[in-house]
């Protein structure tokens, strides 16, 4: 029942209206999820396993009942905690938060204050509304920027990535993740084809294209040093077990 409410509300809540309608499912269904077998690193809670989640073919332990974390958002966190300043720093960095997921937005707000920015076309949740095409900040603005999973949904990706490289300061970092078949070298696009098509080639009806092992060069062309961190590979089989973290590579790039 879980299963199939999860998978309907994906394919059939508008996107902008999705988290919000996710977290009213999920909370009160976490009754069920009582345990301690997994642990979120956003939240701190802990289940006996995650909720499953996906659009088709659902990922068990995936989705955490309290914040709506996924897989990839525990990895980010554990790596922000260990691997870059951005809870350690002495003061607080101007953060730019494209499409800001959920599970990140109430921390982050209490940790960066009035230096947190939030921004999206649609998002209830995002402060500022914006096409991320056509940032409507000057060049520096950002010590960090955070844009995960937009890339394969926007009309221009490299022009949207100069205006991150763009408003991002010298010396500031960021990540950009997006979903990459490491099968294919090119890159392979299609800005005109129809949901239905974009489901066949692209995986999901809102994606535009598919990146290939050359996302790290399309970001590079657009100005940014990248580094390919491949620190999920690290991670020992019982903290991935733990808090159920994807092993997809990270993105981090720098001005
Ligand atoms: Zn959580």
């Known amino acids: 029942m879980i299963k199939y409410l999860i998978c309907w509300s994906l394919n059939h809540v508008p996107r902008k209206r999705l988290q919000r309608f996710a977290q009213l499912l999920t909370r009160t269904t976490s009754i069920f999820y009582i345990g301690n077998k997994v642990e979120c690193t956003i939240c701190g809670r802990h289940y006996r396993k995650f909720l499953p989640y996906g659009y088709g073919k659902l990922r068990e332990n995936a989705l955490c009942p309290h914040c709506l974390s996924l897989e990839r958002h525990r990895l980010i966190e554990l790596y922000l ?5 951005f809870y350690k720093g002495i ?3 101007n953060v730019l ?3 800001p997921e959920y599970c990140f937005i109430k921390k982050f707000e209490k940790l960066l204050g009035d230096k947190y920015t939030t921004a999206d076309l649609e998002s209830p949740l995002a402060k500022v509304k914006m096409d991320v ?3 409507p900040f ?6 960090v920027i955070f844009c995960n999973h ?3 949904h926007v009309y221009d990706d490299l022009l949207a990535m100069r205006e991150l490289y763009r408003v991002l ?3 500031g970092w960021g990540i950009i993740q997006s979903p990459i078949n490491y099968g294919r070298t090119d890159t392979h696009e299609d800005r005109n084809a ?5 489901k066949k080639y692209f995986g999901q009806y809102d994606h535009l294209r598919e990146y290939g092992s050359d996302y790290s060069k399309r970001l590079e062309n657009c100005g940014f040093k990248v580094l390919e961190d491949y620190f999920a590979r690290n991670l020992s089989p019982e903290t991935v077990k733990r808090y159920s973290t994807s092993r997809e590579i990270i993105y981090l790039v720098k001005k």
Do not use: L
């Not at 905690?81 to 300043?85: D, F, I, Q, R």
């Open 97 to 99: 938060h494209v499409a």
């Open 150 to 152: 937009i890339m394969e």
């Open 138 to 143: 000057p060049n520096n603005t950002f010590d």
């Open 81 to 85: 905690k260990n691997h870059t300043e």
């Open 194 to 198: 129809t949901p239905d098509e974009r």
């Open 169 to 171: 300061k010298p010396g």
């Open 133 to 135: 095409q056509n940032i």
């Open 91 to 93: 003061s607080r960095p």
